[in-house]
């Protein structure tokens, strides 16, 4: 069984407003265990970023300007995804944006590539009704150590959520899985016996992109990158 843990970062909320993808990250694990193969891009979206969403992942369209267009990977993208099942945070917004960026290229919406897709917030939203079931919340509530995420990122937000859902299936294969999970108690015990993440460590060529990230964001921030100082203390 082959599924991809997907998530992308964009210019604003809606492509139906022109916002484009600057960021997608897809995680393989096959028989929910994790290979280590990964594919992640940057994009140039050939346009501004909203105030509001460069605050929440600190992507500036000065560190953009480098980086191929999502013409430049989307064959690159589809053939990474073909055939899997995708894992996706929040489904129809992701799926809204690699939706278009396909069109935009006429080539066959995402499902064509894919075989089929999971929204872990919808499971979530069943599983945990009327509680906060964002990413950070999720996290929290089945004992993943989010303390990285200090701004938004495709990559590590698909290695959170692979382990997230992990703990959300875990004992899929029992019809009681809905009460294995109805109290925080049974979360935490759900949590405690996740199988161990595997670290993906990053290339070269991903901590180049990332130093260049920091040094955008310190730009824009006027040298008030928290990131940078800390690194810095060490």
């Keep these: ?53 460069m605050q929440v992942h600190g992507i500036t ?3 953009l300007q480098d980086k191929p267009r999502f ?17 996706i945070h929040n489904a129809p917004f992701d799926v809204g944006f690699l939706n278009m960026e396909l069109r935009l290229l006429e080539m066959a919406p995402l499902t064509t590539w894919c075989d089929g897709v999971t929204d872990t917030l919808a499971l979530a939203k069943t ?14 509530r089945y004992g993943v150590d989010n303390t990285a995420r200090t701004l938004h990122g495709a990559l590590l937000d698909c290695e959170l959520l692979a382990a997230v859902y992990l703990a959300l299936t875990r004992g899929q294969e029992s019809l009681s899985i809905g009460l294995d999970v109805c109290s925080e108690q049974a979360a ?27 040094e955008a964001i310190a730009k824009e921030s006027r040298g008030t990158c928290l990131w940078s100082a800390e690194q810095g203390a060490a």
């Design 188 to 214: 935490r015990d759900v949590a405690h016996a996740r199988p161990r993440p595997i670290l993906l460590p990053a290339s070269n060529a991903e901590l180049e992109a990332h130093a260049s990230l920091l």
């Design 71 to 87: 013409a430049g990977i989307a064959r690159e993208f589809v053939d990474f995804i073909q055939g899997a099942e995708l894992i």
């Design 61 to 63: 369209p000065e560190f």
């Design 127 to 140: 599983l945990h009704p009327g509680q906060r079931n964002n990413l950070d919340a999720l996290c929290k």
């Design 1 to 53: 069984m082959r599924q991809i843990i997907l998530d992308t970062e964009t210019t604003g909320l809606d492509p139906g407003q022109g916002h484009r993808i600057i960021e997608v990250a897809a995680v393989e694990m096959v028989n929910r265990r994790l290979t280590g193969n990964h594919l992640h891009r940057y994009v140039n979206p050939d346009r501004d970023i909203d105030a509001g969403a």
